[in-house]
Every structure is written in structure tokens, then in C-alpha cells.
């Protein structure tokens, strides 16, 4: 069993409608919890991180955590065209970073 | 507030050569964590540092080393270099690992290709 499990992409929206990525983990003892945007040819970009349960919003998007599931989320609301990137679930233990795979997310105008 | 710095940002090595890259954390982080970004594997763990002491370790073979400064600057290593080893390298900092709350942030990465 792989570590961090993202739902399989690519996942394509339409301009303005919601973007909903979805993550598992298998260590009960993460602490953290983060998703990162990567461009192509571009390094990872935090846009949101969470350690308690329940739902925390940051502009358009919001992390939901639910620690008894070992279950993440991520929606992206009105989403526009920059939005078009992979998303990259990660958890922490042992002071490293565990990646999911990446769901490529692509906006259509 | 400067973010992470890495360089060098592009190389190209010869195989059985080494290659040294730099990691200058966000001032006043201490923890500096190395990944290698592969289009086949995607992001792996290479190491941790914190304090100068490396807390843990991913599944790379010896090849690969690294080490933190006092001044929590970092370097890794790479030696006998194969085509294989050619990928990004990431580094990470943050203020202490681990810890619930502390947000990991990642420089722009060194691209290193192996001919």
C-alpha cells in the first residue's frame, strides 16, 4: 500500500465551476498535511496546509481533514485557467514529506 | 523575506562524474529536507537535516550523501554519477520538521542531467 493515494487524473473542469482532489494516507501518525500546485517544468507551490480536523479556507480553496478516515481534501472554487496544474498531496512523518502521485487538473475556458 | 535558494539551477554531468548542489533555507529555518523529481517515480525523500544532524534518511543508495552547515545551509552529493540519476532536486526548509503547524516550503530545484 502506497503511503499518500490521490484520486487517479486527469481532472478537467470547466471555467468557474468547483475542482475537488482527493487524498488518502496510510499513517495514522502524520501530523501535517499539505498540497502543493506544480507547474510543468516548475517547482512544488504550497497553496495549503492543515493539521487539525475540519475544514480550513484560504481564498478559493479549501483543505478539509479528516484524521479518522486518514483523509484529505482539496477544492478549488470558481476555478480559473491558472489553475491548470498538478496537485500534489503530501503528509509529513519520520521529518520527511510524503507525495502522492499528482492529479493533473485542467481548466477549460 | 528571501525564499529558498538552490543552486546551481541547471547542470549536465558526465556519467561517473559527481555533482555537488546548495540549499539555502529561508532565514531562520533550521530543517533542510532533499527530494528527487523523477517523470517515472515523482518526488521522493532523500534526506533531513536539522541542526547540522540528519534525522532521517530515504532509499538511495550511498552515492548520495549530504550535510547541513551551522548556518543551516545545506549541500548534497552525488558521486559516480549514472543516466539514471538525472531528475530535479528539490530542497525544502522549515523552521522544525516535522512538527504540526510548521509549513514546508520548496526552492526552485536543480536540474541535473546525466549524458
Known amino acids: 500500500q502506497k503511503e499518500v493515494e490521490q484520486n487517479s487524473g486527469p481532472l478537467s473542469v470547466p471555467e468557474g465551476a468547483i475542482a475537488s482532489l482527493n487524498c488518502t494516507y496510510s499513517d495514522r501518525g502524520s501530523q501535517s498535511f499539505f498540497w502543493y500546485r506544480q507547474y510543468s517544468g516548475k517547482s512544488p507551490e504550497l497553496i495549503m496546509f492543515?493539521?487539525?480536523?475540519g475544514d480550513k479556507e484560504d481564498g478559493r480553496f479549501t483543505a478539509q481533514l479528516n484524521k479518522a478516515s486518514q483523509y484529505v481534501s482539496l477544492l478549488i472554487r470558481d476555478s480559473q485557467p491558472s489553475d491548470s496544474a498538478t496537485y500534489l498531496c503530501a503528509v509529513t512523518n519520520d521529518y520527511k514529506l510524503s507525495f502522492g502521485a499528482g492529479t493533473t487538473v485542467t481548466v477549460r475556458a | 523575506k528571501a525564499g529558498v535558494t538552490q543552486t546551481p539551477r541547471y547542470l549536465i554531468k558526465t556519467r561517473g562524474q559527481q555533482v555537488t548542489l546548495s540549499c539555502s533555507p529561508i532565514?531562520?529555518?533550521?530543517?533542510v529536507s532533499w527530494y528527487q523529481q523523477t517523470p517515472g517515480q515523482g518526488l521522493q525523500f532523500l534526506f533531513e537535516?536539522?541542526?547540522?544532524?540528519?534525522?532521517n534518511k530515504g532509499n538511495f543508495p550511498g552515492r548520495f550523501s549530504g550535510r547541513q552547515f551551522s548556518n543551516s545551509r545545506s549541500e548534497m552529493n552525488v558521486s559516480t554519477l549514472e543516466l539514471g540519476d538525472s531528475a530535479l532536486y528539490l530542497c525544502a526548509s522549515s523552521l522544525e520538521g516535522e512538527a504540526a503547524g510548521n509549513t514546508i516550503y520548496f526552492g526552485e530545484g536543480s536540474w541535473l542531467t546525466v549524458v
Open positions: 492543515i493539521y487539525s480536523n
Open positions: 532565514s531562520g529555518h533550521r530543517s
Open positions: 537535516y536539522f541542526s547540522e544532524t540528519q534525522r
